[in-house]
């Protein structure tokens, strides 16, 4: 049975929020402490680590490619690494892998790795299975104190459950999220939980707007490209939670924003916030 078989339609509007970096305070340190340090270790890397972290977390935190999906991130800076700094043996079936795979996920790399028609392929795909594996049991360990939402964003969870029907669309990992949005009441204020087992963020709005919504009301709220690239695969609205810049972005959502989504002045409005959202990423 699908998530989706057991989601029942209750408002006219529907309201798509990402987690990481939109809601929950925890993608830098998740990046900084988990991803980027997991990669070193699964793959050797100490020699370069320094360097290597920190392009690591250019590439998932600071410039355009923010918030892509971790095996696309795996691939690209694995890539990057194969060429700059020392071999890593298949690298182009991963790459191939993550460009081309319907769900970029555990389960998804985990049937890869077991398909794989070469010794080599095989080996990347395991290891970027052990990697993936081992960076959720890292975020699990992390500190509680770490691992908070941003200020805002649930009164903008509550704000939008009022007019409202609200799915967390998130490429983490589900038993992550799910606690992390249980601990501090967020689930109270959401009707479906889609995770990185559901599939991409595109095709988890494709399979939420079967349910009946009309696109203009429809909105995806996040912090990353990826975001605002699922919502025009869509042709739903997309509002932009801006890095340095998130309680001003939750509160002007609530004052401003879902306003202009109800009345039908959300086109204008998602242009110029648009604008925004890519100079802050320096795209």
Known sequence: MSVFD?????????????????????MNCKHFHCFGPCMVREWHLEQWQ????????????????RGINRFKGLAMALGEISQ???????????????NSAPALSNEGVAAAAQAAQNSEAKQILEK??????????????????VKI????????????HKFADVAMVSSANR??????????????HTDIVLAQDCGSKA?????????????????????????CDAAEKNGIFYYPILVNSELASWEELVSCGFDKLCCGEYKGYETQKKQKFYENLGG
């Not at 700059?84 to 993550?98: D, R, S, V």
């Not at 200020?151 to 509550?158: I, M, S």
């Not at 095709?203 to 975001?227: S, T």
């Open 84 to 98: 700059k700094y020392c071999a890593i043996p298949g690298i182009e079936a991963l790459q191939t892998w993550a």
């Open 128 to 145: 970027a299975l052990a990697w993936s594996q081992a960076v959720n049991r890292c975020i699990v360990a992390l500190p509680e104190d």
């Open 203 to 227: 095709h988890c709005i494709e399979q939420m707007m079967k349910f009946g919504y009309a696109q203009d009301h429809v909105l995806m709220v996040g912090d990353a490209p990826g975001d």
């Open 6 to 26: 057991s989601f029942e339609r209750k408002h006219d509007y529907l309201i798509c929020v990402d987690s990481d970096g939109c809601v929950m305070d925890t």
């Open 50 to 65: 320094d360097e290597i972290l920190e392009r690591w977390n250019e590439i998932n935190l600071f410039q355009m490619t």
């Open 175 to 188: 038993d992550a999220v799910e606690t992390e949005w249980g601990k501090f009441g967020l689930l109270e």
């Open 149 to 160: 939402p941003f200020e805002g964003a649930k009164q903008g969870l509550a704000a939008a």
